[in-house]
DNA sequence: GTTGTTTATATGGTAAGACCATTTGCTGAT
DNA sequence: ATCAGCAAATGGTCTTACCATATAAACAAC
């Protein structure tokens, strides 16, 4: 037999019927062809369209829905709906990274701070008078909560979002949120369990002051206050907890973080 | 009828059957009693510990999957095999983000000097040894690279990624990924199309000095140096290239960025 | 014995059809 | 006008069967 030596063969994997659907759906919601909103056809009516069974054809949406793009109900005028992106949906992922521990919450709080210089600089750069007004207005309730250690913790992290928002941007904005809902309670619940209430009113009218000045740094676009004072607030973190009572200990490099259980986790 | 008030009801919503099967088994990854390597049950003996039909547990399997978590093969000793989380795996999600837009191009080149500066602060808290070596071993080739710019483009992603991973930090390592994978080519490629050969040169050997600082700053865990320097080294990428090349224009405070191509999208 | 081939078997992949459950809207009786 | 009830559309589920593939064991040829 003769033998063409210039021929080449790819690979002949195959691929299963719900992979090539959900590729072909995921590109038409890619490609803006299906707009969010937009309801797919039924499943007996995609499964005549792809020529494939229904079985094949939910294996498909129960993919498209794993990513967020898809919500489905049932009923008449029921059905799979495209769902716009939301960063809260986008931010799911990352949530279940932490949950199987490829993400601990020593990484995190080692990120935060970076983050928030980041979330600070951008915001600077982007920030409009809307965000500015929402950030005043948070701080009137921040300054109005400094006997109300609970509400402090939550406007805290209104402040935080918030800063975020005004940057601008969806990985600051993102990260901030994994970050803020995951560690936040930490410190003011666990400050709050092993400090005098002068003590904590004390860090609250301190904390409140440097959230002040962030706010005044971003409306002057100053950036070497705000570095400066975004350094300020991480300390006051550590500076009046006894960091025994956090379960944090001093790094060799002088940051203060969680103890790691065990790297070999 | 007598009616006790004080009872409540939460919503009977139900829950497909997929879904309780995909909880179950997403709990015992996640809690460690099914490890990377382990082999789930062939689909018929799900079925029959669930209780379930198999096109139920198949629905579950394809959203394990779609999460990264199973890796699916037929045949005898096939199966479901319970795969490790790792990062590469898990910035698919992110890319996802890229391709809905939910991530512009513009947020990623804004976030990268920023998360570079992180990778270096952490990378100087917790380089090892070894990742010294490493880097070392790539700035060799830098230099001996700085008349071919392919290569150079190739090595700076190396080097880049080395730094990430030396900050140990799953976050910094994520997204320098999905930056550099998704902006390098884009400086390197058009800046050469647009610059005189001894031009590029001259930007390799700059950039080459320039990481080569990074490098010695982060052996003498010099955090001042190293801020300096990756300033420096993003500033590279902007002064030798034309903006009008490279569709990027000046904004208002300062920086050089991609043109937005519309807010509303 | 070694090698290659066949066969058995376990596994995922797919299909078809039926039926159930839920939601919506229409229709008709009051 | 209101409301009950029916009809239709849709997702949710199960059953059963068969196909495709990959491994391993049995077997045959050398």
Redesign the pocket.
Known sequence: MSENRSVSFTPAQ???????IYEQIYQKIVSGELKPGDR??????L?EQF??????I??A?RMLQQDGLLE?????????IVRGVSLASAAQPLRKLVDLGAITINDLVDYRAYNERSCGELAIRYRTDQDIRTLEEIMERYHAAVYDSETVSKVDIEFHTAMANASHNPLCILINDIVTTLCANLFWGIAADNMTSEKVIEVNRRACACHQQMLDALIARDLETMNKVIQVNMDLYFDFVDPSHLKVSADPAGMHRFDRPSDGL
Chains 1, 2 share one sequence.
């Not at 797919?40 to 009516?45: G, H, I, K, N, V």
């Not at 020529?51 to 094949?56: A, L, N, T």
């Not at 489905?72 to 799979?80: K, P």
Request: hydrophobic share 30%; charged share 35%.
């Open positions: 195959t691929k299963r019927a719900s992979e090539v797919l056809p039924a499943e007996r009516e499964a020529r494939r069974s229904r079985p094949s939910r294996e949406l489905i109900t049932v009923g008449t005028n029921g059905g799979a």
